[in-house]
């Protein structure tokens, strides 16, 4: 009896001590990703930014521009011989109502949608407010297709504010399948003006646009073989499919 329990226990050790060497890379390694710092020095960026607004604008509005500035919370995590820069834009509305604005990363004269890596946890940004009763909100594309909404409050605060907000978990960032996009992209800040708001001169600042991500959670044992070429894909191409 006692052998046996024994022999039952080793068996139950070498299943312990045996498993992490055969599992998945752990999905709970969280990394931090910078999209944009704005400084206009990251070879990753490959992009710009541009912005757009609702139909009562105002002629030659908004605007877009880079400076030279940060929030002085993050000098002292920079270099100060450094030039740090940001994206300002600057709007007038000819008359109040439901009036936006969209800041959104663009390549090659067209809208471009940022994609994000892993299992994205929260998205990380400073924001420059003017005390206006303006609305945020962040567009980011989900791995069906759909646009969702994350609201990210509003603007009504003078300053320099660190803004970070949840990805909701029912936002689905990976499909399940070979053909499905392979990750969730952001798509552009919006600013909605409360309908009873003045709207004849108002100035927004974006700087040091990042996210948190588990950046393993999607990477499996023979994940390289997912975008295996079977040799199909030239004569596919050829054939017009």
């Known amino acids: 009896m006692k052998k046996g329990l024994i022999l039952f226990a080793s068996f139950a050790l070498l299943l312990t001590v045996g498993i992490p060497a055969f599992s998945q890379a752990p999905s709970r390694s969280v990394e931090t990703v910078m999209i944009d710092d704005f400084d206009g020095n990251n070879d990753a960026v490959t992009w710009t930014w541009n912005v757009q607004a609702s139909r009562f604008v105002t002629e030659n509005y908004p605007i877009i521009n880079s400076f030279e500035a940060m929030p002085n919370s993050l000098k002292a995590v920079t270099n100060p011989e450094d030039t740090h820069k940001v994206i300002g834009v600057k709007t007038k509305f000819d008359r109040k109502g439901d009036n936006w604005i969209e800041i959104y990363p663009e390549k090659d004269g067209k809208p471009y949608e940022i994609p994000f890596r892993g299992n994205v946890k929260t998205l990380d940004f400073w924001v420059w407010g003017a005390h206006y009763l303006y609305f945020l909100d962040v567009l980011v594309r ?24 949840d990805i909701p978990t029912h936002i689905r960032q990976h499909s399940r399948l070979r053909s499905g996009p392979e990750q969730m992209t952001f798509v552009a800040f919006r600013i909605t003006t409360d309908p009873a708001e003045y709207v004849d001169d108002y100035v927004v600042y974006f700087d040091h646009f990042k996210y948190s991500t588990g950046a393993l959670a999607y990477i ?10 079977f040799g199909d894909d030239e004569k596919a191409a050829k054939d017009g499919k």
């Open 142 to 165: 989900d791995a069906d297709g759909r646009i969702h909404i994350i609201h990210a409050g509003n603007l009504a605060f003078d300053g320099w504010r660190n803004i970070i907000v």
């Open 220 to 229: 499996f044992d023979g994940y390289e073989l997912q975008k295996a070429d």
